[in-house]
């Protein structure tokens, strides 16, 4: 598993490839044991976070995902930590659907480069 040369990499890299919505492509970049936190769920490693992504995927073909205000919060040679927006846009039903909320990225250094090691996303408080 090959990771990212950067913290800054990394995302780079992932928020492009997320969008091709094919998740082998993202497992360079993610932990094996990386945990995620959707409004969905918590999903711990590979197996569990290629379901979750890929029944988004699955709901919101065309689904378009990006990222905004990326802020590091937290650096040293061995972990980084941002904060960001993300915003989507897909197609429900013949309508265009938009959301958005704030997401917390965790990033460790591996013998091999940069990974995810947890992300956590979640709406906007009221």
């Known amino acids: 598993m090959s990771g990212a040369a950067t913290p800054e990499a990394a995302m780079a890299a992932y928020a492009e490839l997320i969008n091709r919505h094919d998740f082998a492509l993202l497992i360079p970049l993610i932990d094996p044991k990386a945990s995620f936190w ?7 490693g590979h197996e569990a ?3 979750a992504f ?3 995927w699955q709901r919101l073909a065309d689904e378009t995902y990006w990222l905004e205000d990326l802020r590091w919060i937290a650096r040293s ?5 941002c904060i960001y927006r993300f915003h989507w846009r897909a197609t429900i039903e013949g309508q265009v659907v938009e959301g ?27």
């Open 49 to 51: 976070a290629r379901d």
């Open 77 to 81: 040679a061995e972990a980084a930590s």
């Open 100 to 126: 958005k909320g704030r997401g917390t990225t965790v990033l460790a250094m591996g013998e091999s480069g940069w990974h995810i090691v947890h992300e956590h996303l979640s709406a906007f408080p009221e």
């Open 38 to 44: 959707f409004s969905s769920g918590t999903y711990e």
């Open 54 to 56: 890929e029944r988004t």
